[in-house]
């Protein structure tokens, strides 16, 4: 084990142990030092640091949340960072605000594994045990560990909240991966599931413009959640909706028919989906989410967009804005790698 001291700006510092292929914010968490944290995929940079001695790795660093000038000045984000040594960090935020509670921590039950592509599943999940109802913004996420092992992932709500938390996720199914073996061939109706709940900044915010939703993969998972609460409460969107749905194949598409069912349910919503690779039974549009994108959908530059998926479909979906007069727009993201 080795030993972390962390050091705030009101002058105050607390020291840590880090065991071996821990990462010092779940370290800090352990401990009961809430270090503030939004993504936990080394995207958000809410985490950030500057390790002034010591020697450590880094997992994952989205070159938005750290530039190559600060990573060699020894910028961190603990989410990502595992000590070989002992280490000594720096934080600009005082020692008070890592004081309050951490997510709140349930035990849920699967009811339902729903195989809904070939790489995608709907875990459908009871909380009901909890007694209260599970509070959290439609878009945020939950850090879910996976039945039988030590090993926890990070997954965006499906859903909005409701009395009974019933809850939903939208699971990318990797090739190998921990929760993916667990859901291709372990998870069954009854399984007990730890969550911890909600985490997260990406969530739908007061809406002034007409909405863009675009989403990459499973992304699309904050955006079912999101759109669900405009179907239970209308009277928040006066504004036209639009998402556009990228996917790499037509077999990765999911959650179609309920697609479809908001177009019903809103009245002014529309669903553009664009696949990467060209299939003979695909009728849609072949290529990459932005080639779906037209000027006249901008509303000239005054929306509010959102952007939930893997890292270069959001700078790809950036770049594409940045070439344009956005001033008067709003833009939200979230990043995610596949795990």
């Known amino acids: 084990m080795n030993k972390v001291a962390l050091n705030f700006s009101d002058g ?3 020291f840590i142990g ?7 914010l779940d370290a800090a968490l352990r401990q009961g030092i809430t270090i503030p944290v939004d993504c936990r995929e080394g995207v958000c940079a809410t985490c950030k640091g500057l390790c002034s001695s010591g020697n ?4 994952y660093v989205d070159e938005d949340a750290l530039s190559a000038a ?6 961190v984000l603990t989410c990502q ?20 509670s951490g997510p709140e ?11 809904v592509s070939e790489s995608a599943a709907v875990v459908y999940i009871d909380a009901q045990a909890l007694g209260d109802q599970l509070d959290f913004l439609p878009g945020q996420y939950a850090h879910v560990n996976v039945p039988g092992t030590d090993e926890w992932r990070s997954y965006s709500f499906a859903c909005a909240p409701n009395k009974t938390n019933q809850l939903q996720f939208l ?8 929760m993916s073996d667990y859901l291709r061939e372990r998870a069954n109706p009854g399984d007990r599931m730890k969550l911890k709940a909600p985490l997260g900044a990406f969530y739908l915010h007061q809406i002034k413009r007409p909405l863009i939703f675009v989403a990459g993969g499973t992304g699309l998972a904050a955006f079912l959640g999101m759109l669900d609460q405009l179907v239970e409460n209308p009277e928040r969107c006066d504004q036209p909706i639009t998402l556009f749905y990228g996917v790499t194949q037509m077999a990765d598409l999911c959650e179609i028919e309920r697609l479809q069912q908001y177009a019903e349910k809103l009245p002014d919503f529309t669903c553009h989906s664009i696949v990467m690779k ?12 932005t080639d779906l994108f037209e000027d006249s959908h901008f509303n000239n530059g005054e929306v509010d967009l959102y952007l939930c998926g893997p890292p270069p479909m959001v700078d790809a979906v950036k770049g594409w804005l940045d070439q344009r007069d956005m001033a008067n727009s709003t833009i939200h993201y979230e990043k995610f790698s596949a795990s």
């Open 12 to 14: 105050r510092t607390r």
């Open 18 to 24: 880090v065991n071996s292929g821990e990462t010092v």
């Open 56 to 59: 450590y790795q880094l997992e």
């Open 70 to 75: 600060e990573l060699k000045q020894g910028g």
């Open 81 to 100: 960072m595992r000590v070989a040594s002992d280490c000594a960090i720096a934080f600009d935020f005082e020692s008070t605000l890592c004081t309050s």
């Open 105 to 115: 921590e349930l035990t849920a039950v699967i009811t339902n594994v729903d195989l």
């Open 171 to 178: 699971i990318r199914l990797l090739p190998q991966g921990v």
């Open 278 to 289: 060209e299939n003979e039974d695909w009728p849609g549009t072949v290529g990459v989410v």
